[in-house]
T-cell receptor, first 115, second 114 residues
């Protein structure tokens, strides 16, 4: 059982480039979310989804897009990367239905640098 | 919206001592308070959680206490071991059906010295 898989593990972009961070889970979880982790600021919610076809914004959604076409996958898109998006990105999922914020399973992260 | 403050940012203890990490939250409607442990190079992992209708919860060497009146909750680790060294995050939220989003504290880097 792989759990939550994130790819790539490391990525360097130039300002203005676009890319997609991949996230897949094999636990049949309905809830998936993306967080960014910056020093001294903890984990901040970017976007989340409570099921296929349903997405919503978190605390810091600007500059990021998401879609949820299947239960398993929840990609995060950076349309035009900026240095302020340099961070470590974590994808998380949960099996909870009405308590979707609970008992999150996190991936191992993607370290992104934007030059 | 919810705001969570976590202290201290770093904590160093000797093996066998106890460690306490404290968090305060702002939204009195918050009713779920998890703690996550993040080891170097890995994603956070849930270690214990508590709901607002419970004042204390224990799991072996780990315990969490909640004071709803003062809006703060704490993680207690007894008999610390080197493998407890990690970054610990607290979080708070209301239920999703109440519009809740999980808000994390800033993290505490715990170092347990042998």
């Amino acid at each position: 059982n792989a759990g939550v898989t994130q790819t790539p593990k490391f990525q360097v972009l130039k300002t203005g480039q676009s890319m997609t961070l991949q996230c897949a889970q094999d636990m049949n979880h309905e809830y998936m979310s993306w967080y960014r982790q910056d020093p001294g600021m903890g984990l901040r919610l970017i976007h989340y989804s409570v099921g296929a076809g349903i997405t919503d914004q978190g605390e810091v959604p600007n500059g990021y897009n998401v879609s949820r076409s299947t239960t398993e996958d929840f990609p995060l898109r950076l349309l035009s990367a900026a240095p302020s998006q340099t961070s470590v990105y974590f994808c998380a999922s949960s099996s909870q239905s009405w308590t979707v914020n609970e008992k999150l399973f996190f991936g191992s992260g993607t370290q992104l640098s934007v030059l | 919206g919810e705001n969570v403050e976590q202290h201290p940012s770093t904590l160093s203890v000797q093996e066998g001592d106890s460690a306490v990490i404290k968090c305060t939250y702002s939204d009195s409607a918050s009713n779920y308070f998890p703690w996550y442990k993040q080891e170097l190079g890995k994603g956070p992992q849930l270690i214990i959680d508590i709901r607002s209708n419970v004042g204390e919860k224990k799991d072996q060497r780990i315990a969490v206490t909640l004071n709803k009146t003062a809006k703060h909750f704490s993680l207690h680790i007894t008999e610390t071991q080197p493998e407890d060294s990690a970054v610990y995050f607290c979080a708070a939220t209301t239920s999703y059906n109440q519009g809740g989003k999980l808000i994390f504290g800033q993290g505490t880097e715990l170092s347990v010295k042998p």
